[in-house]
């Protein structure tokens, strides 16, 4: 009887790691590349790094995977990202030749930070392909930006790997430079304290102070 319970006790956990394995693996299988090339509208290659970029770390969890044989998309997150730095500061240099330092320096955060791509990501329905927790989806749907956004940063990652730097700028243009100008940039300009700074030292002889006074929104999302 102990031995039984022994054994038992050794094979068990290993049959529940490839039932989770496999529940990845179905996942896997079960994806609609077609859908997502429509959606995205980009051929793809390697659908290897597609799938990486579209696994978010709750995934993983839920399924007990140890992170050897699958593994979430934060790598590819911090390439994508580089990737994305380098793509927006040059079609900013090249389109923006009279815009000083400064300015372009706004613009470039404007467009690479996260509240902005997390839109973009919704533009391409990124939300709909993401492999993640059910709790990590629902976390989307309350307005949490930062799931999608590390996403769109990871698929900017996956298209330089898949098919080259050429590639993910000609991604990023359609996707984002298409009908960008300064006018467009400044909308989204949410720097309040930089521009009353910027308008007291032109106008006034007296440097503004900030006060909080209240707040409002969830913890990740204040207002």
Known sequence: MFGVLKTLRKFVPALIRRKEEDDIYSAIASFDFKAFQASIDYQIIHKNFFINALTHRSFLKSKGANGVKFTSNERLEYLGDAVLDSVVAEYLYKNFPDSEEGDLTKYRSVLVNQRFLAER???????????????ALKSIEDGYDTILSDAYEAL?????????????????????????DVKWLNQFDENYKSKLLEYTQANTDFIP???VINQEGPEHNKL
């Open 156 to 180: 900017v990652g996956a298209i330089f790997l898949d098919r080259g730097y050429d590639a993910a700028k000609e991604f990023l243009n359609n996707q984002i430079f298409k009908k960008l």
């Open 121 to 135: 990501a919704k533009v391409i329905d990124l939300q709909k392909y993401l492999l993640a927790a059910p709790t």
């Open 209 to 211: 102070e900030y006060k």
